[in-house]
């Protein structure tokens, strides 16, 4: 089978397409045929050895597909061949064929494109979890979206305006900012030419935000938590921006403030069952059409090197795919 393979760590220019031999699934698991990966911001560190998740070279890269299972392994029996899921696997998913545990395994609603498939579970399930299970959410409340253009940032957007809350969308081009506004921002900040700290405070009339959602890191931490209200959460979901950055740790302090760390990947696996939960109420705001998952860009599986560098250059909004 062709794939995407890390021969060694570095840029994406450094990844090779090539055969490989198709992998044949273990007990507990199943082969997937893929028809669209998601490309996410973990997999420009992962080639770079730069990411929590090492894994040994050579790898495929790739953390999220969607397709057709073509073979069950011993012990899976509610799975079969033709089933069309979607599956989180950590790497191996830019290929024409990925093994899943079956745990890692999702089905796909009836009518729910690939592409949307293949770009829904990490963005939306990372989103979700921050904002029900790390920041408590309510309705009412005020939350700014650093980088809301990107995979995480719009989706961020899109559930906070469904679950009440008033967001602020901060973006660095007004090209992107535009988008978040489609997706619900009810004010929008370009933190490329605009003071974000003095923006925040205007725009809440002095208050602050009772949320900080922040994708992005590097010098946009300090600022955006300087504009968080009095017992007011920061998630902290990544660092795009570059810098992982030092804050005093007299802020929260005195905002009586909390800085919560989100990492969806331990989540799943450290409590399955409010994640299957969370899964199972996003697929269903699908369903009803309350989600509009926003793909982007589509590149070939032979443009995979070129699909990362997309992402790495900061040019990707919403979702970016592989189609395989």
């Not at 045929?33 to 560190?45: C, I, M, Q, S, Y």
């Not at 299970?133 to 980088?147: N, S, Y």
């Not at 403030?257 to 399955?272: L, R």
Request: hydrophobic share 45%; with cysteine; proline share 6%.
């Amino acid at each position: 089978m062709k794939a995407v393979v890390c021969v060694e760590h570095g840029m994406p220019e450094k990844l090779v397409v090539k055969e490989i031999d198709t992998p044949v699934p273990g007990r507990g698991q199943v082969r997937i045929r893929v028809e669209a990966a998601g490309v996410n911001f973990p997999d420009t560190l992962i080639i770079q050895n730069l990411y929590q998740f090492k894994p040994a070279l050579p790898f495929v890269p790739g953390g999220e597909a969607a397709g057709v299972i073509d073979a069950v392994g011993e012990g899976v029996s509610d799975l079969k061949p033709g089933d069309r899921v979607v599956a989180m696997t950590g790497n191996g998913c830019f290929a024409e064929a990925v093994i899943a545990n079956r745990a890692q395994v999702v089905p796909v609603p009836d009518g729910m494109p690939a592409d949307v498939a293949a770009g829904f579970t990490m963005t939306y399930g990372t989103s979700h979890h921050a904002l029900k299970q790390r920041a408590q959410l309510q309705p009412g409340e005020t939350m700014l979206v650093l980088g809301a253009a990107g995979g995480v940032g719009l989706t961020a957007v899109e559930l906070g305006k469904l679950m009440g809350a008033k967001v602020i969308a901060a973006a660095s081009s007004d090209e992107k900012l535009a988008l978040t506004r489609d997706y619900g921002a009810d004010e929008t900040i370009n933190y490329a030419r605009e003071d974000l700290k003095a923006r925040v405070k205007e725009l809440t009339g002095g208050r602050g935000v009772d949320v900080v959602y922040d994708p992005v890191g590097d010098r946009f931490a300090e600022p955006a938590f300087r504009g968080i209200a009095w017992n007011g959460r920061y998630l902290v979901v990544g660092f795009a921006g570059g810098a992982i950055p030092s804050l005093p740790l007299n802020l929260p302090l005195i905002k009586g403030a909390s800085i919560v760390g989100v990492f969806w990947g331990a989540f799943t696996q450290a409590e399955p069952d409010v994640h299957r939960a969370n899964m199972a109420k996003l697929l269903d705001w699908y369903k009803a059409g309350r989600l509009k998952p926003h793909v982007s860009r589509h590149f070939s599986l032979d443009e995979g090197p070129a699909a990362i560098r997309w992402m790495m250059d900061r040019k990707a909004t919403g979702k970016v795919v592989l189609k395989v």
